[in-house]
Nanobody, 123 residues
Framework: QVQLVESGGGSVQAGGSLRLSCAVS????????MGWFRQAPGKEREGVAA???????TYADSVNGRFTISKDNAENTLYLRMNSLKPEDTAMYYC?????????????????WGQGTQVTVSS
């Protein structure tokens, strides 16, 4: 059973930084088929940062250069380092994982989700 548990959210002033963590269990630590999403009140959920099968990363244009996704395979933990935070970054942040083939190639949509951690950025 896959479980994803986020932590590290909080309230910060604009320009500040936070690091979100996602503790992973029941899911191969060698898999990179994971990402971070966020949803602000009244808005649709959007992808923020993600790994592809080979460990390469992609970022939403709005966070590129400010956010960094990383992974500690030994601890089976996913991270999102967020710098230069802006009020528009305020949202519930979720980590997510998707299935993979035996060679760790990602497949399908994200089908495992954490409960989320709230990030609030004040101006």
């Amino acid at each position: 059973q896959v479980q994803l548990v986020e932590s590290g959210g909080g309230s910060v002033q604009a320009g500040g930084s936070l690091r979100l963590s996602c503790a992973v269990s029941g899911y191969a630590s060698s898999s990179y088929c994971m990402g971070w999403f966020r949803q602000a009140p009244g808005k649709e959920r959007e992808g923020v940062a993600a790994f592809d099968s080979d460990g390469s990363t992609t970022y939403a244009d709005s966070v590129n250069g400010r956010f960094t996704i990383s992974k500690d395979n030994a601890e089976n933990t996913l991270y999102l380092r967020m710098n230069s935070l802006k009020p528009e970054d305020t949202a519930m942040y979720y980590c997510a994982a998707r299935s993979y083939y035996s060679n760790y190639v990602c497949v399908g949509e994200y089908n495992y989700w954490g409960q989320g951690t709230q990030v609030t950025v004040s101006s």
